[in-house]
């Protein structure tokens, strides 16, 4: 009997060439040029408005949620890069109705010196919410919040606080962002840790030697252990999508007067530790080293981009 059928052979060929049209269609299908609904957004870290070293590779970072959904993350535990796989990072569950409910727009960080407490800063009076500053303690890997204390009444916009130590006694330093303004004042006061309060102001003019139109005059400060003060300047063009551009400079220094008071001495010229275009500094964390120079890092916060941290090229 003759057999009309296909060979078995002839029946994989087409098989075969069956499962590559198939496999070609799937492709121009997923592909991102013909199916757009198919890209995933980005996991971005989110931005970085205030940011401080805590031990070895590891730094604490706030976020400016304005959100009163209590999963925004507010602040976060960020582990330098290890591997290509990049940065890792972690958002920390703290029990905010211990100080009087969740934060709203915080915008800076930082360390007490030689403690392992931390003051968080609200930015000022949010939708008539009277900012607040938080003394929390870093133990067994989480932020415990330990008291709250406010800002005096006429602040507006803080983005910038430090502390220092001199002579056994603790000071608090913030400044008001300053934007669109010829300058800003750097405050300095007494800090007590119990009870937690700051006192009255004492204040040293500044003006940014970035000479951008709109520039914000401090985004962020820091003080090193000699008492060095270094501050970063932003442009925000009020777009979510930029262009920003900041720079990071070394200003002066810390010391006390012959009253054994603290007096900011800002030196005549400055020149910039860092120019960077297309980012927004608005945070600085020091790093000490076996160098006398600490390391200097900085976080962004932009906006729709997300935020990122870098270590800054050795200062000369």
């Known amino acids: 009997m003759k057999n009309y059928g296909l060979s078995q052979n002839f029946r994989l060929v087409l098989l075969g060439f069956f499962m590559v049209i198939v496999a070609i269609a799937l492709f121009a299908y997923s592909s991102p040029a013909n199916n757009i609904s198919h890209l995933e957004t980005s996991r971005n870290l989110p931005d970085l408005s205030g940011l401080a070293w805590l031990k070895e590779d590891n730094f604490l970072a706030v976020h400016d949620s304005k959100s009163v959904d209590v999963h925004q993350p507010r602040v976060s535990l960020i582990t330098l890069p290890q ?32 403690t392992n407490f931390f003051i968080l800063a609200e930015s000022s009076h949010y939708q008539k919410h009277r900012g607040r500053l938080f003394l929390m303690k870093f133990e067994n890997s989480t932020l415990k919040p330990i008291a709250i204390t406010n800002w005096p009444q006429n602040i507006i916009n803080i983005e910038a606080i430090a502390t220092t130590k001199l002579n056994n006694q603790f000071y608090f330093f913030y400044a008001e962002r300053g934007a669109d303004q010829p300058s800003t004042n750097i405050c300095w006061t007494t800090l007590s840790l119990e009870p937690f309060s700051i006192g009255d102001c004492r204040a040293t003019n500044f003006k940014t030697p970035d000479l951008t139109p709109h520039i914000r005059q401090i985004s962020d400060l820091a003080i090193d252990a000699s008492g060095t003060i270094y501050i970063a300047s932003a442009f925000d063009p009020n777009q979510d999508n930029g262009p920003f551009k900041s720079s990071v400079w070394k200003i002066g220094k810390v010391e006390l007067d012959q009253t054994n008071l603290p007096q900011i001495n800002l030196v005549p010229e400055n020149h910039a530790i860092a120019e960077i275009d297309g980012f927004k500094v608005e945070s600085l964390a020091l790093r000490p080293s076996v160098n006398q120079e600490p390391e200097i890092f900085i976080g962004t916060d932009d906006e729709n981009y997300g935020g990122t941290i870098r270590l800054l090229p050795p200062v000369d």
């Open 83 to 114: 591997s290509s796989k990049g940065l890792e990072w972690r958002p920390l569950n703290i029990n905010w109705q211990s100080v009087d409910g969740v934060a709203m727009d915080l915008e800076s960080i930082t360390p007490i010196p030689d």
